[in-house]
């Protein structure tokens, strides 16, 4: 089973800030399959990224992915009052079980 | 439009079994692999069960292996999940989530349903 770490657990920012946001995996994920999704309270989690790198439809461009291997990173640039949320990174490989990060908190 | 609806939750004893549903349109639902995804209160998501376009293939996560099934009924677009031996760890919100591809695998999820609670107490 691959296992994904996400870092830091909380990020305390302000409007108009970049935030910076990791995930690492215990075994080397092959980058087509990496996701990032969004959840605000209440809601059901809205795919962001996908491919370690490619915008979801709908998704605005500063939202970003970049990474490979074991190390990935979601950057939004200049955050929204919308973009405060809790973010997870996940692996969908070819064979399950397929993985979720605990989550990163973006609060302001 | 894709909705996917979630059903079926609801207070359940320890032992018990409970049967989710969710309903879908606005795609060819035959075409699709779909999951089951759940989030315990104030936890992260956990992926739960999956099934191919056809129904040919199952999944299931360690934690539920042997005491919950996923089927799906293409007929009346409809995925299920029916729980068995339910514990009070499995008391979470339960969401289906669809894929990008009829096999399981190598599928992101690009649709939710809005969820079905499932709480699991004596």
């Known amino acids: 089973e691959i296992v994904l770490t996400q870092s830091p657990g909380t990020l305390s920012l302000s409007p108009g800030e970049r935030a910076t946001l990791s995930c690492r995996a215990s075994q080397s994920v092959t980058s087509d399959y990496l996701a990032w999704y969004q959840q605000k309270p209440g809601q059901a989690p809205r795919l962001l990224i996908y491919?370690?790198?490619s915008r979801a439809t709908g998704i605005p461009d500063r939202f970003s992915g970049s990474g490979s291997g074991t190390d990935f990173t979601l950057t939004i640039s200049r955050l929204e009052p919308e973009d405060f949320a809790v973010y997870y990174c996940q692996q969908y490989g070819s064979s399950p079980p397929w993985t979720f990060g605990q989550g990163t908190k973006v609060e302001i | 439009e894709v909705q996917l609806v979630d059903s079926g939750g609801g207070l359940v004893q320890p032992g018990g079994s409970l049967r989710l549903s969710c309903a879908a349109s606005?795609?060819?639902?035959?075409?699709?692999?779909l999951s089951w995804v759940r989030q315990a209160p104030g936890k992260g998501l956990e992926w739960v069960s999956a099934?191919?376009?056809?129904?040919?293939?199952?999944y299931y996560a360690d934690s539920v292996k042997g005491r919950f099934t996923i089927s799906r009924d293409n007929s009346i677009n409809t995925l299920y999940l029916q729980m068995s031996s339910l514990r009070v760890e499995d008391t979470a919100v339960y969401y289906c989530?669809?894929?990008?591809?009829?096999?399981?695998?190598?599928?992101?999820?690009?649709?939710w349903g809005q969820g079905t609670l499932v709480t699991v107490s004596s």
């Open positions: 606005g795609f060819t639902f035959s075409s699709y692999a």
């Open positions: 491919g370690a790198s």
């Open positions: 099934i191919s376009g056809s129904g040919g293939s199952l």
């Open positions: 989530a669809k894929g990008q591809t009829a096999a399981a695998g190598h599928n992101r999820f690009d649709y």
